[in-house]
């Protein structure tokens, strides 16, 4: 899989947007933009993915640059409850590749 | 849908001894996935299952590591002669077919420690 790069740590405030970023300047035609969250001693949550176009659901949206050699997870009002590990993932999207290889991700900490 | 299960949540086991963790899956899920998780690194993937075959093992998971899945259900994780570098969580996760089957659920995990 190719290869993600994330900042370590973010801060946020409590009820404003928040914008993860993720580069993947090396993803191929074929590997889908996922994003996965760890909220502390829990197991690893789905957010959203994506291919090419901008995506959205009840919990983020995801916005793909055009080259799509980066993305963003907008968190549209942080709460307390989003602090967490994101992890951005790219997968390909042919052949029986289902493993997740996960990077450090982005530790997100929302204030009061 | 109660989503994944794993049992234990905490084990503690001296070095030597072998461990078994389980791992029941959500009812409709064909997919099952093991993961490793060390402090302050993303998850490892050390082992995949559809229905009952184990189709894709991880260099991680050396000879003292098995996992089974013998009806497609539950799977098993079993540790022999447990070391202190397997000190780590374990982290089962599983997935439909078809167009969902990139979400991959995860359960809490099991925390081991080799003293």
């Known amino acids: 899989d190719a290869k993600t790069t994330q900042p370590n740590s973010m801060e946020s405030n409590e009820e404003e947007p928040v914008h993860l970023p993720c580069n993947h300047s090396t993803i191929s035609g074929t590997d889908y933009i996922h994003w996965y969250r760890q909220l502390p001693s829990q197991g690893p949550e789905y957010v959203i993915h994506g291919l090419t176009s901008n995506v959205n659901n009840r919990m983020a949206s995801l916005a793909i640059a055009e080259d799509r050699k980066s993305s963003t997870l907008i968190l549209h009002r942080a709460t307390l409850r989003d602090a967490a590990v994101y992890y951005c993932i790219l997968r390909d999207s042919g052949g029986s590749n289902y493993k997740l290889t996960f990077g450090k991700g982005t530790l997100l900490t929302v204030n009061p | 849908d109660t989503g994944v299960s794993q049992d234990p949540r905490h084990k503690i086991t001296k070095r030597g001894q072998n461990v078994t963790f389980r791992c029941d899956p959500i009812?409709?899920?064909?997919?099952l996935y093991w993961y490793r998780q060390t402090l302050g690194q993303g998850p490892e993937f050390l082992t995949y299952?559809?229905?009952?075959?184990?189709?894709?093992k991880s260099r991680l998971l050396s000879d003292r590591f098995s996992a089974e899945r013998p009806k497609g259900s539950f799977s098993t994780l079993e540790i022999q002669r447990t070391e202190q570098g397997d000190s780590a969580m374990y982290l089962c996760a599983s997935s439909l077919s078809g167009a969902r089957r990139y979400e991959q659920y995860f359960g809490p995990g099991t925390r081991l420690t080799v003293t």
């Open positions: 009812s409709e899920h064909n997919r």
């Open positions: 299952f559809q229905n009952e075959a184990q189709l894709e």
